[in-house]
């Protein structure tokens, strides 16, 4: 099923997955996303390992939840220093494995990436893999990412918006955005993206923080701003496991009510391969997803 079909007013809840690294991990990863499967969330997204390194499993993952639990699949796909050959061979296989959503994502740069010449690399930004897939023929239904915080290499957030701008027209169908920890921060963004005239959904992705040493690689990753209330959370939970995790699900369970609570109906969550964390959080918004 296309994700295009599946926007409407019914709130939902969906999820993020990741591939193993390695082929020891496989059968690990396979089952932790076959529970969260069962949970039968409205879809599932499969990251795509920084370089393409994991991607033949990106695809396995995502064929397996598709065939064997019947959730709709979206498989990332980046294209930072590939060649448009093997994006081309990547596409083909997505085509063949029967995906029907993809993530059209440049990718992050990583330190062995930098002082290359990135003149001559094939794809610059995510814009360009968009107009690759349109150009291969590959009948996607594509999503992109967008940054209510702005990306952080945007020099200004009127800069990332208008080149938002250009990607949605490129042929998005929905955007996803990078993680935040205060909902003001995406209101803020939706009222100016849409003055922009960018008018795909618009999936807010949430992070439930389970443990304390993931605070610093959010943050790190995404740039994202810590809350006061967030912050005092992490100083006096974050020592005892057990309470941080329950701690950072509330936190995450509010963010998302207060996300029904003004007009989103999907909201991604940053699942990150486990099933409870996403079951309990489906569980506490068990009557407000009816
Ligand atoms: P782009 O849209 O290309 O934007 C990157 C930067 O370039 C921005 O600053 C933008 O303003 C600027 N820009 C865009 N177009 C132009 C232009 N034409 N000219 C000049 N500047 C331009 N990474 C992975 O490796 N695997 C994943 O599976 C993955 N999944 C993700 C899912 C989500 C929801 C999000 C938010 C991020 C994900 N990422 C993933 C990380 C992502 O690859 C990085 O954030 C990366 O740095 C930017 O990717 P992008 O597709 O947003 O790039």
Redesign the pocket.
């Known amino acids: 099923m296309k994700l295009s079909e599946l926007f409407s007013d019914k709130l939902s809840l969906s999820f993020e997955v990741f591939p193993p690294k390695t082929d020891m991990a496989f059968d690990s990863v396979k089952h932790a996303t076959e529970e969260i499967a069962k949970l039968k969330p409205a879809f599932m997204s499969v990251?795509?390992?920084?370089g393409g390194g994991t991607s033949k499993y990106t695809l396995e993952i995502a064929k397996n939840i598709k065939q064997r639990y019947g959730v709709p699949t979206l498989a990332?796909l980046?294209c930072v220093s590939s060649t448009k050959e093997t994006v081309r061979e990547k596409i083909a296989q997505m085509q063949e494995a029967g995906i029907e959503n993809v993530?059209?994502?440049?990718?992050?740069?990583t330190p062995e990436m930098e002082g290359l010449d990135r003149s001559k690399w094939d794809y610059?930004?995510?814009?360009d893999l968009i107009y690759d897939i349109k150009e291969s023929g590959a009948d996607f239904c594509i999503g992109?990412?967008?940054?209510p915080e702005i990306?952080p290499?945007?020099h200004n957030q009127a800069?990332?918006i208008k080149?938002?701008k250009?990607?949605v027209d490129a042929g998005l169908s929905f955007l996803?955005?990078?993680m935040f920890f205060d909902n003001n921060l995406l209101y803020n963004f939706l009222y100016k993206i849409r003055e922009a005239g960018i008018t795909v959904p618009v999936i807010p992705?949430i992070m439930p923080i389970t443990n304390a040493n993931q605070v610093e690689r959010a943050v790190k990753l995404s740039g994202s701003f810590m809350p006061q209330r967030f912050k005092s959370l992490v100083d006096k939970f974050g020592s005892s496991p057990d309470a941080m995790k329950q701690a950072g699900i509330a936190y995450a369970t509010d963010q998302i009510i207060d996300l029904f609570a003004n007009g989103i109906t999907n909201v991604h969550v940053y699942s990150m391969n486990k099933p409870d964390v996403a079951e309990k959080i489906q569980s506490n918004l068990s009557d407000i997803l009816g």
């Open positions: 990251t795509y390992g920084a990332h980046t993530m059209a994502l440049r990718g992050d740069l610059k930004h995510a814009i992109g990412a967008c940054y990306h290499e945007s800069e990332d080149y938002l250009e990607k996803t955005t990078q992705g």
